[in-house]
């Protein structure tokens, strides 16, 4: 009987999660030569910028991937930690809101089983 080539130990997730992240400005700058520095910054964390667009007033939309390790709160984190680092001449760039949304379909079992796996990332959390 031959070996299996796929087996747990040498395998990972083949998926990907989607998310629509809004930041919000003060006042945008007036180019977003930043975008791409942003993609490279980002990338380490997990965290693919597949898009970027900006919508009046203010607002910087992003379409993110991840890998269903990210966290939603390290997108919101990182994102807009390091575009803020590359705008280090403007320290005041962003309100202090976000909105950070999944894309894409799931069903029900799905979502309650992450809610109950965080249980074990938050020792606090009844």
Not at 29 to 43: C, G, K, R, S
Not at 66 to 78: D, F, G, K, M, N
Not at 107 to 121: F, I, N
């Amino acid at each position: 009987m031959p070996e299996p080539t796929y087996r747990a130990g040498n395998v990972t997730e083949a998926y990907q999660l989607m998310w629509s992240y809004a930041l919000f400005w003060h006042r945008p700058p007036a180019d977003f030569i930043w975008f791409e520095p942003l993609q490279a910054a980002t990338e380490p964390d997990d965290i693919r910028l597949l898009n970027h667009r900006f919508q009046s007033p203010n607002v910087s939309q992003f379409l993110i991937s991840t890998t269903p390790a990210v966290p939603p709160l390290r997108i919101a984190q990182r994102v807009k930690g390091r575009l803020q680092h590359l705008l280090t001449d403007r320290p005041d760039a962003f309100r202090r809101n976000y909105s950070l949304r999944s894309l894409g379909s799931t069903k029900r079992d799905k979502v309650e089983a992450y809610v109950a796996s965080q249980l074990g990332h938050h020792p606090l959390a009844d």
